[in-house]
């Protein structure tokens, strides 16, 4: 079993639905992150989270909102969907980037969303 | 975060070994050099990490002069398989709450033909 898990791995909906995309992990990190990746371009950052009582806003979080329902698990909600909303979403997790750690990053296998 | 410049795409053969060289003009001093390898419909997946001189493991080698002002990531004898994007990423590697949004800008896309 993959050490970060999202689900749906694909979706298609319609304008204005709302959208939430899920995201477990088993790697007992504190940090989790959500990643959106057009085509041909790199990842840009929507949210992130250091642990259960910590959420911030990325790059690009307009539209977007998210939970920390537990350490395990990171939501990512699309109130009001919109076409340019469509793209590859990615789910990750860290631990802190100091000390002995690298920092590195783990990234679920990506949930695809199309907005028509 | 200090900004990054690479090549967008570098076409390679079978057996010859691929250099990738990053530019990060403006890195911290406290600033470390990162990369990964994304394929196709996955998620990037780290390759190595380094601060200065040469980092190697069992996949890549991380070349880092000392200016720090550019890093060259070498993939020795590629495969088909190596076919990816690559990104380097530059970001502090301190206890804060604002650490660790590290930016994945474009990336170079490596092509390996037969």
């Known amino acids: 079993d993959a050490d970060v898990t999202q689900t749906p791995r694909n979706r298609i909906t319609k304008t204005g639905k709302r959208i939430m995309l899920e995201c477990s992990q088993t790697?007992?990190?504190?940090?989790m992150y959500w990643y959106r990746q057009d085509p041909g371009l790199g990842l840009r950052l929507i949210y992130y989270s250091f642990d259960v009582k910590d959420i911030n806003k990325g790059e690009i979080s307009d539209g977007y909102s998210v939970s920390r329902q537990a350490q395990a698990k990171f939501s990512l909600s699309l109130e009001s969907a919109i076409p340019n909303q469509t793209a590859l979403y990615f789910c990750a997790t860290s631990e802190p980037f100091a000390g002995g750690n690298t920092g590195e990053l783990f990234f679920g296998e990506g949930s695809r969303l199309t907005v028509l | 975060l200090a900004k990054t410049t690479q090549p967008i795409s570098m076409d390679s053969y079978e057996g010859q070994e691929v250099n990738i060289t990053c530019s990060h003009n403006n890195i911290a001093t406290n600033d470390y050099i990162t990369w990964y390898q994304q394929f196709p419909s996955q998620g990037p997946r780290f390759i190595i990490q380094g601060y200065k001189t040469k980092v190697t493991n069992e996949v890549a080698s991380l070349f880092i002069p000392a200016d720090r002002k550019s890093s060259t990531l070498s993939l020795p004898r590629v495969s088909l398989s190596d076919t990816a994007v690559y990104y380097c990423?530059?970001?502090?590697?301190?206890?804060?709450?604002?650490?660790?949004?590290?930016?994945f800008g474009g990336g170079t896309r490596v092509l390996v033909k037969p």
């Open positions: 790697k007992g990190h504190d940090r």
């Open positions: 990423l530059v970001g502090p590697r301190v206890v804060k709450a604002a650490g660790n949004k590290l930016t």
